[in-house]
């Protein structure tokens, strides 16, 4: 397969997460989006690291980098999910716009 329909497949995914994040007002649903952000970079560094070395097999700086950011994903998840709980358990909503009234 062609570098170009990687890196197609992964524009795709990450306009679908942007359009995600700009547009869902419910918080989990947010977080999926940036999920989906942050797969696409996934399958671009992947991507690029076998388009730059396709001949040196010792050499696997995309797949490393994108092993960094699945543990930076899971990370984020498990914060983001623990925000959201402690949001629905003080609003009983998980609404972004009802995040502003936690204000001091």
């Given amino acids: ?12 995914l990450f306009c679908i997460g942007i359009y995600g994040v700009l547009a869902r007002k419910n918080a989990v649903l947010v977080l999926m989006s940036i999920e ?13 690291g076998a388009m730059w070395h396709a001949n040196d097999v010792s050499n696997m700086s995309g797949q490393v ?10 990370a984020e998840v498990g914060v983001g999910l623990a925000i959201v709980l402690l949001i629905y358990r003080n609003r009983q909503s998980i609404d972004v716009n009802d995040v502003d009234l936690l204000k001091g």
């Avoid at 397969?1 to 795709?12: D, H, K, P």
């Avoid at 980098?65 to 899971?74: E, R």
């Fill in 1 to 12: 397969m062609l570098v170009n329909q990687f890196l197609f497949l992964g524009a795709i």
């Fill in 36 to 48: 989906l952000i942050l797969n696409a970079c996934n399958i671009n560094l992947v991507a690029f």
């Fill in 65 to 74: 980098f994108a092993l960094f950011v699945i543990a930076i994903a899971a």
